[in-house]
């Protein structure tokens, strides 16, 4: 059997619906009127704000059915099509929206809701910008971030608020799940897919051991860290499911690096501009199975120089290879941190009951427990699920419940430069 040509858009029958330049999103001020200068279209709006697009800018993200649409990545019209002196022979605002009639011939229709969400001057962009992480310290114990199983699997409000509290806290425990092994993965899902590795497998129980593998598996006491800081893409969201806990010891504790990177910042900017500008490694290996070594900063700032990641395992750091010059002021940058990450002000430390879960941004939240008896019987399942996938979730639920901030800027995480 030989299989269709696809040579054209009308060969192809997407399986996105056909939305255009459009986001379907209500209430927002309408096109009025627009102007064609030298190089930018300026368009006016109902509220009185104009925004300039460029007019390669637009012709490139026409989404029409002939130029296809990023979102199925069914897309026929790239940057090396477009002319960089493209240009309007017309404009007008029709249906609250924007159509451009081009002197290739082509025509686009933007939606005043697609070019307010996309418009890249003043305020417009400074929008997307305005999120900011709710830093904590010890008091977050006092009134943790909770939600209901219930709410936060109805698909719909309770679902997007467990995301959001997740975004802004880093950290959030969902109450009265039940100690059912198969509720691990059904909160998994809430997030994104489980990711499988080397060391975890697909799902972890977390239970001590005679001859234990990791540290995990003892009742020794493990001070909060990021997991897997050895890794190029270090897990995204850490999903703890607690079947048994004790009623001594093995108490949850919980830090927020950005709260521990905030405060270097304003006290040791010294330390904070060698921890975000100087590569640190870390190290595992598990003999006969892998060797995995990290080599990137300690604290990741995005483009706008916000904190984006935390990358720190006091457990797994390798030996420092930097200038020579550096080594000594590097350990006291690292010492910086690891003084307030082990300091019981920036500690929020509660016990989780059985039958109840914790969502963590381990680019973020640093977790650890204090010491038990290992034969109590304590019992964590634990899986991983990537950074994007929640980030991903969060906005297409965002899309239809809260589409004002649908396209916020969100941290990255950790990089590796």
């Known amino acids: 059997m030989i299989a269709e040509r696809h040579d054209s858009p009308n060969d192809i029958e997407a399986h996105n619906p056909f939305l255009g330049n459009n986001l379907g999103i209500d209430g ?90 996309h418009a890249y001057d003043g305020a417009a962009a400074e929008r997307r910008r305005t999120w900011r992480p709710t830093l904590w310290r010890s008091e977050l114990a006092a009134a943790f971030p909770t939600i209901a199983w219930m709410d936060a699997t109805d698909g719909a409000a309770g679902h997007l608020r467990l995301l959001q509290l997740l975004r802004d806290f880093g950290i959030v425990q969902i109450a009265d799940m039940g100690p059912a092994q198969e509720r691990t993965e059904e909160l998994a899902n809430l997030v994104g897919p489980i990711h499988e590795t080397t060391v975890y497998g697909r799902i972890y129980d977390v239970q001590a051991e005679p001859v234990a593998k990791l540290g995990a598996k003892t009742g020794m006491a493990q001070a909060v860290h990021i997991d897997d800081a050895f890794s190029y893409s270090q897990p995204g969201i850490d999903i703890f499911h607690c079947l048994v806990n004790t009623a001594v010891g093995g108490m949850s504790t919980y830090a927020d690096g950005f709260a521990i990177a905030d405060a270097i910042q304003s006290e040791e900017p010294d330390a904070f501009e060698l921890l975000t500008t100087v590569p640190i490694s870390h190290i595992r290996r598990h003999p006969g199975e892998i060797d995995m070594r990290n080599r990137g900063p300690l604290i990741s700032l995005d483009e706008f120089g916000r904190l984006s990641g935390i990358r720190y395992f006091d457990r797994a750091l390798a030996p420092l290879d930097c200038a020579p010059e550096l080594i000594e002021p590097m350990l006291d940058a690292i010492r910086a941190f690891n003084r307030r990450m082990v300091d019981p002000a920036f500690i929020a430390q509660i016990r989780v009951a059985p039958g109840n879960g914790m969502l963590i941004d381990n680019h973020r939240v640093m977790h650890g427990r204090t010491a038990f008896d290992p034969s109590a019987g304590r019992h964590i399942r634990l899986c991983h699920v990537p950074r994007d996938e929640f980030h991903g979730r969060l906005r297409e639920l965002s899309r239809t419940l809260d589409p004002a901030h649908h396209d916020l800027h969100l941290p990255q995480g950790s990089t590796l430069s």
């Open 28 to 117: 927002l001020p309408a096109v009025t009127a627009a102007a064609i200068g030298e190089r930018t279209i300026e368009v006016s709006f109902s509220d009185g704000a104009s925004h300039d697009f460029h007019h390669q800018w637009l012709r490139l993200a026409c989404y029409c059915q002939a130029c296809g649409n990023p979102a199925d990545g069914i897309r026929f019209s790239t940057a090396i099509d477009i002319d960089p002196d493209a240009a309007p022979a017309s404009i007008s605002a029709i249906d609250r929206g924007l159509e451009v009639h081009w002197t290739d011939g082509h025509i686009s229709t933007y939606g005043n809701d697609w070019l307010l969400h």
